[in-house]
């Protein structure tokens, strides 16, 4: 009896000092704790832009290009494009429990198909002007509808330039669709209406492309603008997969991956930074959150974070612009384990592409935090104003003369429509969100 009274006293002295000493120890190290997950994702969630799902739309509306400069389209035997286009018809048609289809035809006004046959006779293809703009306009007024375009991308339509055509795409990208551009390649045999023809001719060029060779064949596009993710997810499985293209460009993905972010030493044996806490990701892969800690209490009120982001490349970055990233900061200011208001925050920031092209050095001047404090940044990243430059191919697919017969395996002005996509689009995309916290102990 007296031993087991012993043990229960030592056991209680002993929670008694255990109790105590961590007391003690959260008491002196209050404010020196760096802010917890939880409160952080609170003060500042993921942005709305970078949460593009939802529920599937059943709602397909095809639009089928029906001016006179398709016709030879139709006319060539074994076109690439009448089987792309039957093709993609009847795979809508076999997934009828997914979709509701709704067929129309894009000449200078829009009408309805009643009879899908219709669009393998040339006799189709006998309209007018079609107006892009005019379509991107009507698509975003229905934005629980995925819009399939096919169409060859010349826009004919008279007093239209691209001006006219970014706006349209602005209007739509405001309600952050998700698009995707697919290049296929085509017989051709028919007449073609140029689109920069002189004053003194206004006649018409015959084209007779093959698509035997790679690189041959007249181009044709299909252009896919969906409500969501989880919408052309769903189309691609049904639809699009059958019929890869040739090439594709997606002016709504992230144009720029942030794999992995970095303290950069540099050369300095006496860096005031250490690492707190390693970058971590999301399951998304854009929302990067990393926390350092100064160990000088003593530092300068200003100093200077080097932080370098190894970044793969989806789009082409134009030369020596790197440092014209564009950044929206905010900042919280994390004290005896809450947060106090977050606010605009302008803090310098200079990037530089290192010469092989796939890692940014970046450097942020930030404020010494105040003792037993953690001064915590958002930090969004885009590619910025006109600094991001268009496929590759879609260079190889333009022309700015098609007057010229040996040009008909190019598309008049191509290269202006994905610019204008990059622009309204691709530029504005946060392509990645870094969370930064930066703490100082007393």
Not at 71 to 84: D, E, I, Y
Not at 412 to 434: H, N, W
């Amino acid at each position: 009896m007296f031993v087991r009274d012993r043990t229960t006293q030592s056991l209680t002295f002993r929670a008694l000092v255990l109790l105590l000493t961590l007391v003690l120890g959260a008491s002196c190290d209050s404010g020196s704790h760096a802010p917890d997950t939880r409160s952080t994702r609170k003060l500042f969630p993921p942005s709305v832009e970078q949460d593009p799902r939802g529920d599937p739309t059943t709602d397909i509306d095809v639009y089928v290009d029906g001016s006179e400069s398709m016709k030879g389209f139709a006319r060539a035997t074994g076109s690439n494009f009448m089987r792309v286009l039957t093709g993609l018809l009847r795979s809508a048609q076999e997934a009828k429990a997914q979709f509701t289809l709704h067929l129309y035809k894009l000449a200078s006004t829009v009408s309805p198909v009643p009879n899908p046959l219709e669009l393998q006779s040339p006799n189709f293809y006998s309209g007018g002007d079609t107006p892009l703009a005019d379509l991107l306009v009507r698509i975003s007024k229905e934005p629980a509808h995925t819009a399939i375009i096919i169409t060859d991308m010349v826009q004919s339509e008279r007093g239209t330039d691209s001006s006219t055509l970014a706006g349209a795409l602005a209007q739509l990208a405001n309600q952050r669709p998700q698009m995707r551009l697919l290049g296929y390649r085509s017989h051709f045999d028919g007449d073609y209406f140029p689109e920069n023809r002189t004053a003194d001719w206004h006649g018409t060029i015959q084209l007779s492309v093959s698509q035997s060779l790679p690189g041959s064949g007249r181009p044709f596009y299909i252009l896919v603008v969906a409500p969501n993710e989880d919408s052309m997810t769903q189309v691609d499985k049904f639809l699009l997969s059958r019929f890869p293209p040739v090439h594709m460009f997606n002016p709504t993905e992230r144009p720029i991956i942030v794999d992995r972010v970095d303290l950069l030493l540099d050369d300095s044996k006496d860096v005031p930074w250490s690492i707190y806490s390693h970058a971590s990701r999301d399951a998304t892969g854009k929302r990067v959150e990393s926390t350092f800690l100064l160990k000088k209490a003593n530092f300068e009120s200003r100093t200077i974070l080097p932080l370098g982001f190894t970044v793969q490349f989806k789009s082409p970055i134009r030369a020596g612009r790197a440092g014209q990233l564009s950044w929206e900061v905010t900042k919280a200011t994390w004290r005896k384990n809450q947060f106090g208001s977050a606010t605009e925050a302008t803090i310098p920031i200079e990037g530089d592409l290192e010469p092989n092209g796939t890692r940014i050095r970046v450097r942020l001047t930030l404020q010494n935090p105040e003792p037993d404090s953690w001064d915590t940044y958002r930090v969004k990243m885009r590619a910025g104003d006109a600094n991001l430059d268009v496929p590759a191919w879609v260079n190889d697919w333009n022309t700015d003369d098609d007057n010229v017969v040996g040009n008909g395996n190019r598309t008049y002005q191509l290269e202006p429509l994905v610019e204008a996509m990059t622009i309204q689009i691709s530029e504005k995309i946060v392509f990645c969100e870094y969370i930064l916290a930066i703490g100082r102990k007393g």
